[in-house]
């Protein structure tokens, strides 16, 4: 089905564009306007023909193909205008066969526009669900394991715990998989699954893991993409604290800046431990759909220190006060 016919406003907007085309048509055939309104009529219907052949015959296709499909359009469109130019008495048929013949041209320049862009949207929503499948596929598998051992470990010394981790672990879970399906949250939401996350790894690490977590009422409400911070977390965890005896204190700080956030996690880390690439999935995951999002706006900065490690996040944005 044209997607004209699915978008009643469109509809309209296409027929209102044809009233002053039709007088231009009507014109060149030397009619009146209420001679030419049936003529513009049947031009405006007709001009959508291109959509059916158009998405048949891809640009890919061969020039003599494209040439002769749609050549033979052109002249099939051109004789039916005048036929009914001639019943409508119309003098200048041979000025009208060209208006008609470049009109009919253009319709199909503008729906292989449409075509191509209907084709960029598509695939920008396929690579979306894509990235967010991959999102959640990449879940940190070692955290669920180790989850489930520790669980399974406190069944016979503390079931309470046990039981508290089982409820927390399935809260995180739920979270993370509602929010994937969101095109924005808001950054509570995603402090409020950071959070959901530390506090099953706190009962995994009891005493080694520390978390202090700062956010400015301004940044609550601004919109980001769902499952942003959740990898920069888990980094935290896995190559610091994980890797490290004595644990340490992961800090979350998120600023309002004006323009937009800027958040920054911290963690300690083992320096003779193995260096963490900067080209990891996560980070990457991270980077690439800050840039798909807001292009050069926002940016993500990666600073080792002396036995501290810290991601730096710049996200614009509205917050409560904007």
Known sequence: MHPLF???????????????????VGLSAGLEWSQAA?????????????????KGLPLGSSVWRLTLHHGAAVIMVTALALMAARALSAPNLPVLAGMVSLIYVLSIALHYVVISAQA??????????????????????????????????????????????CIRLADFLRTSLRLGECGVVRFSEEMDLARMYLDVEKVRFGKRLIVTITVDSECEDCEVPPLLVQPLVENAV???IASMAEGGEISLQAAWTGGGIQFEITNPYDPEAPAVKAGG???????DRLSTKYGGAASIAIEPEIGRYKVTLRIPGKGAKG
């Open 281 to 287: 999935i996560g980070l990457r995951n991270v980077r």
């Open 6 to 24: 699915g978008s009643r406003n469109g509809l309209l907007f296409y027929l209102a564009a044809w009233i002053p085309l039709g007088a231009l």
């Open 120 to 165: 960029s949207r598509n695939a920008e929503i396929l690579a979306r669900a894509a990235e967010l499948k991959a999102l959640k596929s990449q879940l940190n598998p070692h955290f669920l394991f180790n989850s489930l051992n520790s669980i399974s470990a406190l069944t016979s010394v503390d079931a309470a715990r046990a039981r508290d981790m």
């Open 238 to 240: 896995k190559h610091g």
């Open 38 to 54: 049936p003529l513009t009529v049947l031009m405006a219907f007709v001009s959508m023909s291109p959509w059916y052949l158009c």
